[in-house]
Protein backbone atom coordinates (compact mmCIF):
# COMPACT_ATOMS: atom_id res chain seq x y z
CA UNK A 1 0.00 0.00 0.00
CA UNK A 2 1.33 3.50 -0.92
CA UNK A 3 2.76 5.84 1.89
CA UNK A 4 0.66 8.78 3.08
CA UNK A 5 2.31 12.11 4.70
CA UNK A 6 0.77 14.33 6.83
CA UNK A 7 1.86 17.36 8.89
CA UNK A 8 2.01 16.34 12.68
CA UNK A 9 -0.28 18.88 14.07
CA UNK A 10 -2.53 22.00 13.07
CA UNK A 11 -4.86 24.01 15.24
CA UNK A 12 -8.17 25.70 13.90
CA UNK A 13 -10.43 28.74 14.86
CA UNK A 14 -13.71 26.54 16.76
CA UNK A 15 -16.45 27.50 13.83
CA UNK A 16 -14.18 27.58 10.76
CA UNK A 17 -13.23 24.74 8.07
CA UNK A 18 -10.61 23.07 8.89
CA UNK A 19 -8.24 21.42 5.87
CA UNK A 20 -6.54 18.59 6.15
CA UNK A 21 -4.12 18.08 3.73
CA UNK A 22 -2.08 14.52 2.77
CA UNK A 23 0.43 13.88 0.39
CA UNK A 24 0.16 9.99 -1.43
CA UNK A 25 2.27 10.85 -4.44
CA UNK A 26 2.78 6.93 -4.88
CA UNK A 27 -0.72 5.79 -4.86
CA UNK A 28 -1.52 3.39 -7.84
CA UNK A 29 -4.89 3.05 -9.72
CA UNK A 30 -6.87 0.57 -7.17
CA UNK A 31 -6.21 2.12 -4.02
CA UNK A 32 -8.43 3.92 -2.15
CA UNK A 33 -7.98 7.05 0.28
CA UNK A 34 -9.51 6.43 3.97
CA UNK A 35 -9.46 8.99 6.42
CA UNK A 36 -10.25 7.97 10.19
CA UNK A 37 -9.57 10.38 13.83
CA UNK A 38 -8.94 9.30 17.17
CA UNK A 39 -10.25 10.67 20.19
CA UNK A 40 -8.02 10.93 22.72
CA UNK A 41 -7.30 7.15 23.68
CA UNK A 42 -10.31 5.65 22.08
CA UNK A 43 -10.21 3.18 19.01
CA UNK A 44 -9.75 5.22 15.33
CA UNK A 45 -13.17 5.91 13.86
CA UNK A 46 -14.15 5.80 10.01
CA UNK A 47 -14.54 8.95 8.86
CA UNK A 48 -14.52 8.85 5.32
CA UNK A 49 -12.93 7.88 2.06
CA UNK A 50 -12.80 7.80 -1.77
CA UNK A 51 -11.20 6.77 -5.02
CA UNK A 52 -11.18 9.76 -7.18
CA UNK A 53 -13.67 11.84 -6.81
CA UNK A 54 -14.84 14.19 -4.24
CA UNK A 55 -17.16 12.76 -1.37
CA UNK A 56 -18.95 14.18 1.36
CA UNK A 57 -21.00 12.59 4.17
CA UNK A 58 -22.79 13.87 7.37
CA UNK A 59 -19.26 14.19 8.86
CA UNK A 60 -16.84 15.90 6.51
CA UNK A 61 -15.91 16.33 2.86
CA UNK A 62 -12.71 14.94 0.54
CA UNK A 63 -11.30 16.20 -1.80
CA UNK A 64 -8.77 14.34 -4.16
CA UNK A 65 -6.87 16.10 -6.78
CA UNK A 66 -7.27 14.96 -10.48
CA UNK A 67 -3.70 13.49 -10.21
CA UNK A 68 -5.02 11.69 -7.21
CA UNK A 69 -1.29 12.42 -5.48
CA UNK A 70 -2.91 14.45 -2.65
CA UNK A 71 -6.01 14.75 -1.03
CA UNK A 72 -7.47 17.35 1.80
CA UNK A 73 -9.99 16.41 4.71
CA UNK A 74 -12.22 19.28 4.92
CA UNK A 75 -13.94 19.20 8.01
CA UNK A 76 -16.81 22.26 7.18
CA UNK A 77 -17.57 24.06 10.97
CA UNK A 78 -15.03 22.83 13.17
CA UNK A 79 -15.88 22.01 17.12
CA UNK A 80 -13.77 21.36 20.04
CA UNK A 81 -15.11 17.48 19.92
CA UNK A 82 -13.46 17.53 16.74
CA UNK A 83 -9.66 17.77 18.61
CA UNK A 84 -8.61 14.60 17.80
CA UNK A 85 -5.50 12.98 15.45
CA UNK A 86 -6.65 12.42 11.85
CA UNK A 87 -5.02 9.39 9.84
CA UNK A 88 -5.10 9.26 6.23
CA UNK A 89 -4.65 6.06 4.83
CA UNK A 90 -4.59 4.35 1.37
CA UNK A 91 -5.77 0.97 1.23
CA UNK A 92 -5.71 -1.32 -1.81
CA UNK A 93 -8.99 -2.37 -3.45
CA UNK A 94 -9.43 -5.84 -1.15
CA UNK A 95 -5.48 -5.66 0.02
CA UNK A 96 -5.04 -7.02 3.76
CA UNK A 97 -2.26 -4.71 5.17
CA UNK A 98 -3.63 -2.10 6.65
CA UNK A 99 -0.45 -0.07 7.68
CA UNK A 100 -1.37 4.23 9.42
CA UNK A 101 1.18 6.66 9.53
CA UNK A 102 1.65 8.94 12.40
CA UNK A 103 -1.60 11.49 11.56
CA UNK A 104 -2.03 15.18 11.70
CA UNK A 105 -2.93 16.23 15.71
CA UNK A 106 -5.92 19.00 15.29
CA UNK A 107 -6.70 21.25 18.18
CA UNK A 108 -9.91 22.99 17.62
CA UNK A 109 -9.37 26.32 19.79
CA UNK A 110 -12.19 28.63 21.25
CA UNK B 1 -24.46 -6.16 18.22
CA UNK B 2 -21.78 -4.63 19.89
CA UNK B 3 -19.29 -4.44 17.14
CA UNK B 4 -15.44 -5.38 18.44
CA UNK B 5 -14.80 -6.48 21.99
CA UNK B 6 -11.56 -6.85 23.62
CA UNK B 7 -10.84 -7.87 27.31
CA UNK B 8 -9.44 -7.07 29.28
CA UNK B 9 -9.50 -3.25 29.49
CA UNK B 10 -6.58 -2.58 31.68
CA UNK B 11 -3.59 -5.09 32.92
CA UNK B 12 -0.34 -4.88 34.57
CA UNK B 13 2.10 -7.91 34.10
CA UNK B 14 5.93 -8.06 35.81
CA UNK B 15 8.60 -8.66 33.28
CA UNK B 16 8.50 -12.20 31.65
CA UNK B 17 5.19 -13.45 32.23
CA UNK B 18 3.21 -14.20 29.63
CA UNK B 19 -1.24 -13.07 29.16
CA UNK B 20 -3.77 -13.16 26.08
CA UNK B 21 -5.80 -10.02 25.00
CA UNK B 22 -8.72 -11.35 23.65
CA UNK B 23 -10.76 -9.60 20.88
CA UNK B 24 -14.01 -10.50 19.04
CA UNK B 25 -16.22 -9.25 16.81
CA UNK B 26 -20.31 -10.04 15.88
CA UNK B 27 -20.36 -8.85 12.68
CA UNK B 28 -19.73 -11.61 10.56
CA UNK B 29 -15.85 -9.86 8.90
CA UNK B 30 -13.67 -11.63 7.32
CA UNK B 31 -10.35 -9.62 8.66
CA UNK B 32 -9.21 -8.92 11.72
CA UNK B 33 -6.21 -6.75 13.17
CA UNK B 34 -3.87 -6.17 15.91
CA UNK B 35 -2.52 -2.86 16.63
CA UNK B 36 -0.43 -1.21 19.05
CA UNK B 37 -0.10 2.32 20.32
CA UNK B 38 2.63 4.07 22.14
CA UNK B 39 2.06 6.90 23.72
CA UNK B 40 1.94 9.69 21.64
CA UNK B 41 2.13 7.78 18.63
CA UNK B 42 0.62 6.73 15.55
CA UNK B 43 -0.75 3.06 15.58
CA UNK B 44 1.73 -0.05 14.27
CA UNK B 45 0.38 -3.76 12.97
CA UNK B 46 1.86 -6.14 14.38
CA UNK B 47 -0.59 -9.08 12.80
CA UNK B 48 -3.58 -9.74 10.89
CA UNK B 49 -5.89 -12.06 9.63
CA UNK B 50 -7.83 -12.31 6.58
CA UNK B 51 -9.69 -15.10 6.80
CA UNK B 52 -10.90 -17.92 9.69
CA UNK B 53 -7.60 -20.39 9.34
CA UNK B 54 -4.88 -17.08 8.11
CA UNK B 55 -2.39 -14.95 9.76
CA UNK B 56 0.06 -12.97 8.75
CA UNK B 57 2.64 -10.90 10.28
CA UNK B 58 2.43 -6.82 10.11
CA UNK B 59 4.91 -4.21 11.04
CA UNK B 60 6.19 -4.95 14.33
CA UNK B 61 5.12 -9.14 15.01
CA UNK B 62 8.51 -9.86 17.38
CA UNK B 63 7.19 -11.08 20.65
CA UNK B 64 3.74 -11.88 19.78
CA UNK B 65 1.83 -15.04 18.89
CA UNK B 66 -1.26 -15.05 17.42
CA UNK B 67 -4.28 -17.44 17.27
CA UNK B 68 -7.28 -16.98 14.53
CA UNK B 69 -9.86 -19.23 16.94
CA UNK B 70 -13.15 -18.96 14.55
CA UNK B 71 -14.71 -16.03 12.58
CA UNK B 72 -15.28 -13.97 15.78
CA UNK B 73 -12.30 -14.22 17.33
CA UNK B 74 -8.89 -13.19 17.23
CA UNK B 75 -6.42 -13.46 20.06
CA UNK B 76 -2.66 -11.92 20.92
CA UNK B 77 -0.58 -13.74 23.63
CA UNK B 78 2.53 -12.09 25.20
CA UNK B 79 4.55 -15.15 25.80
CA UNK B 80 7.12 -13.30 27.83
CA UNK B 81 6.11 -9.65 28.50
CA UNK B 82 9.09 -7.00 28.37
CA UNK B 83 8.98 -3.59 29.59
CA UNK B 84 9.35 -2.28 25.57
CA UNK B 85 5.85 -4.20 25.26
CA UNK B 86 3.96 -1.25 27.04
CA UNK B 87 1.44 -0.05 25.23
CA UNK B 88 -2.55 0.54 24.01
CA UNK B 89 -3.45 -2.27 21.99
CA UNK B 90 -6.28 -2.16 19.57
CA UNK B 91 -7.73 -5.06 17.65
CA UNK B 92 -9.90 -4.00 14.36
CA UNK B 93 -12.05 -5.90 12.09
CA UNK B 94 -13.15 -5.01 8.30
CA UNK B 95 -15.90 -5.18 6.45
CA UNK B 96 -16.00 -7.18 3.41
CA UNK B 97 -14.70 -5.88 -0.14
CA UNK B 98 -17.47 -4.90 -2.07
CA UNK B 99 -19.95 -3.37 0.42
CA UNK B 100 -19.75 -0.03 0.18
CA UNK B 101 -16.12 0.63 1.48
CA UNK B 102 -13.93 -1.65 2.99
CA UNK B 103 -14.22 -0.09 6.63
CA UNK B 104 -12.15 -0.56 10.17
CA UNK B 105 -14.21 -0.79 13.13
CA UNK B 106 -12.06 -0.65 16.22
CA UNK B 107 -12.09 -2.10 19.70
CA UNK B 108 -12.18 0.37 22.85
CA UNK B 109 -8.47 -1.10 23.37
CA UNK B 110 -6.22 -2.80 26.07
CA UNK B 111 -3.57 -1.16 28.05
CA UNK B 112 -0.97 -2.96 29.22
CA UNK B 113 1.85 -2.23 31.33
CA UNK B 114 5.04 -4.37 31.98
CA UNK B 115 6.60 -3.66 35.07
Known amino acids: DAKTTQPPSMDCAEGRAANLPCNHSTISGNEYVYWYRQIHSQGPQYIIH???NNETNEMASLIITEDRKSSTLILPHATLRDTAVYYCIVIKAAGNKLTFGGGTRVLVKP | NAGVTQTPKFQVLKTGQSMTLQCAQD?????MYWYRQDPGMGLRLIYY???????DKGEVPNGYNVSRLNKREFSLRLESAAPSQTSVYFC??????????????FGSGTQLSVL
Open chain 2, 49 to 55: SASEGTT
Open chain 1, 50 to 52: GLK
Open chain 2, 27 to 31: MNHNS
Open chain 2, 92 to 105: ASRTQPGQGGEKLF
